[in-house]
């Protein structure tokens, strides 16, 4: 099945301690993104990757880094979280070239205390 | 820069009913592409209706629909025959032409919270 995989589904941590919010795709798809969805605010791009090695930022990169060492995977790595990152993080991939939006994970609900 | 705006941050319908959710949206782009995502109370984000801005004729998907008007930025989207499973935050999105080069994100709107009423 054509997917793209997010883990862990929840997570809570404390402020400080780093983490990774893993990412893969399973449809060779060259673009990927992370969005972050806040109550009254949609969704926002964090970073986002046109292939493996080439990643930008996106509206709201502040506290994040990602790496695109492979094509399938797209890690979220937040190296010293704070309270303001709690949030609802979602992976998204598509086919560079193609303009049928995005196939989205599943989201991971982080909670930073 | 790209802005979607959507006026309505939640609305109910009865069930079997029809209901409107407005979005309208800024650029200066001639070719783009809109879409209504449904996110239910599971957080998947799950596409519903995409949009061409060159193609005059209103997409349709089975119940949903969309009145789009380019010249006035506006994009709505129409439920027909409400059923409890629409009960969901939907959000509105642009998207300018993918290329081989350069970030093409989905600019989503705030979301309009429907319920949907026995």
């Known amino acids: 099945e054509a997917q793209v995989t997010q883990n862990p589904r929840y997570l809570i941590t404390v402020t400080g301690k780093k983490l990774t919010v893993t990412c893969s795709q399973n449809?060779?798809?060259?673009?990927m993104s992370w969005y972050r969805q806040d109550p009254g605010l949609g969704l926002r791009q964090i970073y986002y990757s046109m292939n493996v090695e080439v990643t930008d930022k996106g509206d709201v990169p502040e506290g994040y880094k990602v790496s695109r060492k492979e094509k399938r995977n797209f890690p979220l790595i937040l190296e010293s979280p704070s309270p303001n990152q709690t949030s609802l993080y979602f992976c998204a991939s598509s086919p560079q070239g193609a303009n049928y939006g995005y196939t989205f994970g599943s989201g991971t609900r982080l909670t930073v205390v | 820069a790209q802005t979607v705006t959507q006026s309505q941050p939640e609305m109910s319908v009865q069930e079997a009913e029809t209901v409107t959710l407005s979005c309208t949206y800024d650029t200066s782009e001639n070719n783009y592409y809109l879409f209504w995502y449904k996110q239910p109370p599971s957080r998947q984000m799950i596409l519903v209706i995409r949009?061409?801005?060159?193609?005059?004729q209103n997409a349709t998907e089975n119940r949903f629909s969309v009145n789009f008007q380019k010249a006035a930025k506006s994009f709505s989207l129409k439920i027909s025959d409400s059923q409890l499973g629409d009960t969901a935050m939907y959000f509105c999105?642009?998207?300018?032409?993918?290329?081989?080069?350069?970030?093409?994100?989905?600019?989503f709107g705030k979301g309009t919270r429907l319920s949907v009423i026995a």
């Open positions: 949009q061409e801005a060159y193609k005059q």
């Open positions: 999105a642009f998207m300018k032409p993918t290329s081989h080069s350069g970030n093409t994100p989905l600019v």
């Open positions: 449809m060779n798809h060259e673009y």
